[in-house]
């Protein structure tokens, strides 16, 4: 496991080089590789940046677009010390999501064109190699399917979207459902309700 700080960048596919002017109805996604064995996901940063699209791309995922996210691929201990100290659950889990709030000191400026230019960030989405792989394998599922689910379902966790209710859960299982549609994913709920 790399060492707090020392997270090498890779940005993804969906991010257009520096010099290009971004169209905004994208959604910036920065993919970290902070720790665990992510070589068995074949084109991950693709992956992740196909499932970022297609939210953005959604009626649903209005929010996410003309923002940037960052996806943090780590392993399931980083990611059980993380929901430990944010959840109080000491154990591993698929996907955590962490919003970013904006400082209540960060006033917006009277430059509204700077404003404008500055894309808001919507928060962090941490993976957790193992765990993803282990219910991939458990369900029968393609992995880089299942990843592309936890990464929709993260990022619809950061424009606000929960599951805490019954009514929560059916708004925002339907998102993910029509979202992977559209990158041919098949429904990951109808395949659980299966088993």
């Not at 707090?4 to 257009?16: L, N, R, V, W």
């Not at 290009?20 to 902070?34: A, C, F, I, K, N």
């Not at 392993?75 to 962490?98: C, I, M, W």
């Not at 993803?132 to 599922?141: H, L, N």
């Amino acid at each position: 496991m790399n060492d707090t700080g020392e997270s090498s960048p890779i940005i993804s596919a969906i991010e257009p080089a520096p010099e290009e002017p971004e169209p905004s109805g994208r959604l910036h996604v920065t993919v970290l590789d902070e720790a665990g064995d992510w070589s068995t996901f074949v084109s991950c940063e693709d992956a992740i940046g196909k499932a970022a699209a297609a939210l953005a791309q959604h009626p649903g995922g209005v929010g996410a677009r003309g923002v940037e996210a960052c996806v943090v691929l780590a392993d399931d201990a980083f990611v059980q010390s993380l929901n430990r100290a944010y959840r109080g659950k000491d154990a591993p889990t698929n996907v955590l999501s962490f919003p970013f709030q904006q400082p209540a000191s960060a006033a917006p400026s009277d430059d509204a064109e700077a404003d404008a230019a500055e894309p808001r960030h919507l928060g962090d989405v941490v993976l957790a190699a193992e765990t993803v792989s282990r219910e991939a394998d458990a369900q029968g599922i393609p992995l880089v399917h299942h990843l592309q689910h936890l990464v929709v379902h993260g990022l619809l966790h950061l424009l606000g979207l929960d599951h805490d209710t019954d009514a929560q859960a059916e708004i925002m299982e339907r998102l993910e459902v029509e979202i992977l549609a559209t990158l041919g994913v098949a429904d990951p709920y109808a395949a659980a309700e299966a088993r």
